[in-house]
Nanobody, 129 residues
Framework: RAQLEESGGGSVQSGDSLRLSCVYRVYTTYYCMGWFRERPGQEREGLATIDIDGKIRYADSVKDRFTIAQDGRKSTLYLQMNNLKPEDTAMYFC????????????????????????WGQGTQVTVSS
């Protein structure tokens, strides 16, 4: 399994920005990586995914405010979060997995938590109004 470690969370005010980082070590050449979050009392939801070719997919709820990016030289995945809102308060996780079953019929990575087996420990983001 891949090894993943998130950082960059914190406590911010509504409207602020944060950039989360996930340093990774993956052992397959054909993989998807993604950012997920778990809000209090809710299931873990997929926010954004990226594959080895750079194809990106966002959840509708964040596509205008969040940006996923990957720096292969640094083995780091990023999530730039702008205009944060109190409802963005959550534990944020990065995840990875490999294999063709991770891809939808239109060739982008799936965003369900059930499709990923490697997870970081998470980083907490708290947004106050």
């Amino acid at each position: 399994r891949a090894q993943l470690e998130e950082s960059g969370g914190g406590s911010v005010q509504s409207g602020d920005s944060l950039r989360l980082s996930c340093v990774y070590r993956v052992y397959t050449t054909y993989y998807c990586m993604g950012w997920f979050r778990e809000r209090p009392g809710q299931e873990r939801e997929g926010l954004a995914t990226i594959d080895i070719d750079g194809k990106i997919r966002y959840a509708d709820s964040v596509k205008d405010r969040f940006t996923i990016a990957q720096d292969g030289r640094k083995s780091t995945l990023y999530l730039q979060m702008n205009n944060l809102k109190p409802e963005d308060t959550a534990m944020y996780f990065c995840a990875s997995d490999g294999g063709t079953s991770l891809f939808t019929t239109d060739g982008v990575c799936r965003r369900s938590k059930y499709d990923y087996s490697s997870w970081g420990q998470g980083t907490q983001v708290t947004v106050s109004s």
